[in-house]
């Protein structure tokens, strides 16, 4: 599981001010109900109401960004926000993994990005762009990654 508490190329460099910010969610274990805390407080550094935001359905700028830029940039996008998860949550000492797939509801050909969280020895997935962060029979799985870099690669 050490494997997916490294950063790459796209989840490093994560602002000391967000990881500042979700340090102060209590916890006291790693379970669904804490990574949800930490998945709403990074949403709402991306709810358009409260920032500027940028968005992109392009596949390359969406997972071929830093963290870094992604936050800078406050770039609203599946593969964006995936990054920054897994980021935030290996910045925490939390196994993340990244997951490359389809939403197939409206479009059978929809690139989709979202994560797999080690909680209790169980890998749980999470799509912080869905309303309650959980993936639906919609959510079609194709690859998993420790960073996009591998997925680049391979594209």
Same mark, same amino acid.
């Given at each position: 599981?050490?494997?997916?508490?490294?950063?790459?190329?796209?989840?490093?460099?994560?602002?000391?001010? @967000?990881?500042?910010?979700?340090?102060? /969610?209590?916890?006291?274990?790693?379970?669904?109900?804490?990574?949800?805390?930490?998945?709403?407080? /990074?949403?709402?550094?991306?709810?358009?109401?409260?920032?500027?935001?940028?968005?992109?359905?392009?596949?390359?700028?969406?997972?071929?960004?830093?963290?870094?830029?992604?936050?800078?940039?406050?770039?609203?996008?599946?593969?964006?926000?995936?990054?920054?998860?897994?980021?935030? @949550?290996?910045?925490?000492?939390?196994?993340?993994?990244?997951?490359?797939?389809?939403?197939?509801?409206?479009?059978?050909?929809?690139?989709?990005?979202?994560?797999?969280? @080690? /909680?209790?020895?169980?890998?749980?997935?999470?799509?912080?762009?869905?309303?309650?962060?959980?993936?639906?029979?919609?959510?079609?799985?194709?690859?998993?990654?420790?960073?996009?870099?591998?997925?680049?690669?391979?594209?």
């Amino acid at each position: 599981m050490d494997t997916y508490l490294q950063f790459g190329k796209y989840t490093t460099g994560c602002p000391r001010w @967000l990881l500042d910010k979700i340090q102060r /969610i209590k916890r006291n274990t790693v379970d669904v109900a804490y990574v949800r805390r930490v998945l709403q407080a /990074i949403r709402e550094e991306f709810d358009p109401k409260v920032h500027p935001i940028t968005t992109t359905h392009n596949f390359i700028t969406s997972r071929f960004i830093s963290v870094r830029d992604v936050v800078e940039q406050r770039q609203r996008s599946c593969g964006s926000l995936a990054s920054v998860v897994a980021a935030v @949550l290996r910045g925490l000492g939390i196994p993340t993994k990244l997951v490359d797939g389809r939403f197939i509801k409206h479009n059978p050909n929809m690139r989709h990005a979202w994560n797999e969280v @080690l /909680i209790g020895g169980q890998w749980v997935a999470f799509d912080v762009m869905q309303k309650d962060f959980r993936l639906t029979a919609h959510h079609v799985r194709k690859g998993e990654y420790v960073d996009w870099q591998q997925l680049e690669k391979s594209s």
